[in-house]
């Protein structure tokens, strides 16, 4: 049962598939993201399963709830790019999953929404539902506000249930990811190389199947994977080998010319601390500076992508913000080389009022948000606060304060009366 793709098809399928895409924000224009080259994203990832409880501290199984409430908090943090739907509703049976956990994250941000899909049945309905609210079928596919991600299964399998949800979302004509996901040395080879090679072939098999389905389907070659711990066999979402991996697929997806999906930013712990947070540092920065396009898992997740935590979406943010600084690079050129300011310095004593520093200081420079540069008596007279304590005070407020803009009431009646499977 395996299927021999000869080169010339597997060339011609990519050929078939846009270089660059344009991933749209629902009403919104400023959110649109473009896809392809070396431009580099940032966004969530999931599907988790249990979220840590705001109040409690606990872990406890996600609800739709918490897609409402994630989908808001990402929204209103300013180096979240997109959002692909970061938790499962856990209270709803699989059939009523797609279009409410769409919807609630639709309904919650004007970011980009993509997301995994459960049954063929329910990518029809999110694919109606949102024609509904783009207008018509037509608008939705030349404005696409949303998009899909259907897996390949490693090593070098595409298995019906997969098999025919990627076909569904093909056939409508929307954006799609395909992530291969082989582990090092338990469903892909040890080595990272051979771990690439294998990403390359089953993410670029299921592009061919996309592609006869529906010339022209728009995909992004996409990579989940990482490494194996192999001392117990476990999925190890924080190694700094996941880093490699996914920069070394974005080069290759360059090559191809392909969009790329890529994976950075989780980590192993079971809480925020700060295994947490260097771990996330170090896969978002290696992956951002390989010109990945479309970087999920990129905030939030805890426990090999398990368990979402509110306070480290807020804190993966401000490490965004300072990967984007890195890769914004240092411009050299004669303004910036301040040689005549120097040259006439003597005359300041120092370079603190100079118009060349006024003129440069809020753009040079990355300002910190959550990270605390105050002397220690500042921050023991403001309660000692950790960056944990910043960030749940944070991700409390942005909940508390941010609105996004809503789905049109009448729309979502329409959306009421349409479909049984419709919840909220």
Not at 234 to 243: D, L, N, P, R
Not at 325 to 336: S, W, Y
Request: charged share 20%.
């Amino acid at each position: 049962q395996l299927v021999f793709i000869p080169e010339s098809f597997l060339e011609d399928c990519i050929d078939a598939a846009p270089s660059e895409l344009i991933l749209h924000g629902r009403g919104n224009p400023e959110n649109n993201i473009y896809v392809g080259g070396k431009r580099v994203h940032f966004g969530s990832g999931g599907t988790a399963l249990n979220v840590l409880d705001m109040d409690s501290g606990e872990k406890r199984p996600s609800t739709l709830e918490d897609v409402q409430n994630v989908s808001k908090l990402l929204d209103g943090l300013d180096n979240v790019h997109f959002q692909v739907i970061p938790v499962f509703p856990n209270e709803l049976p699989t059939e009523k999953v797609d279009i409410n956990r769409f919807f609630a994250a639709i309904n919650n941000t004007n970011k980009h929404v993509q997301g995994g899909v459960y049954t063929t049945g329910g990518v029809r309905e999110v694919v109606e539902m949102c024609s509904m609210i783009a207008g018509s079928k037509e608008k939705l596919q030349q404005e696409p506000f949303i998009s899909f991600i259907t897996c390949v299964i490693s090593p070098l399998q595409i298995d019906k249930q997969y098999g025919d949800l990627l076909m569904a979302c093909a056939e409508s004509g929307l954006p799609l990811s395909m992530p291969s996901e082989p582990l090092t040395g338990s469903t892909g080879p040890v080595t990272i190389a051979g771990n690439v090679a294998n990403i390359c072939v089953e993410t670029l098999a299921g592009l061919c199947l996309a592609q006869l389905v529906n010339w022209g389907t728009p995909v992004l070659m996409a990579c989940t994977s990482t490494s194996s711990d192999l001392r117990d066999m476990s999925y190890a979402s924080g190694s700094v080998e996941e880093g490699l991996i996914n920069s070394c697929a974005a080069q290759m997806a360059q090559y191809y010319q392909l969009p790329f999906y890529g994976t950075a930013g989780q980590s192993d712990s079971k809480i925020m601390d700060a295994q947490a947070g260097f771990e996330g540092a170090i896969t978002n920065l290696l992956v951002g500076m390989s010109g990945a396009n479309f970087i999920h898992d990129a905030v939030g997740l805890l426990e090999f992508c398990m368990t979402a935590s509110y306070e480290k979406y807020v804190m993966d943010n401000e490490i965004i913000s300072e990967v984007m600084r890195v890769l914004k690079g240092v411009n050299v050129d004669e303004e910036t080389l301040a040689v005549e300011v120097t040259a006439g310095i003597r005359e300041e004593g120092n370079y603190l009022l100079t118009d060349h520093t006024l003129n440069h200081m809020r753009n040079e420079h990355f300002v910190p948000r959550i990270a605390d540069r105050n002397q220690r008596e500042i921050w023991e007279m403001e309660g000692k606060k950790d960056t944990f304590q910043r960030c749940h005070e944070e991700a409390r407020r942005i909940l508390a304060e941010h609105q996004p803009v809503p789905v049109n009431d009448k729309v979502i009646q329409a959306i009421r009366d349409r479909f049984e499977n419709f919840v909220q």
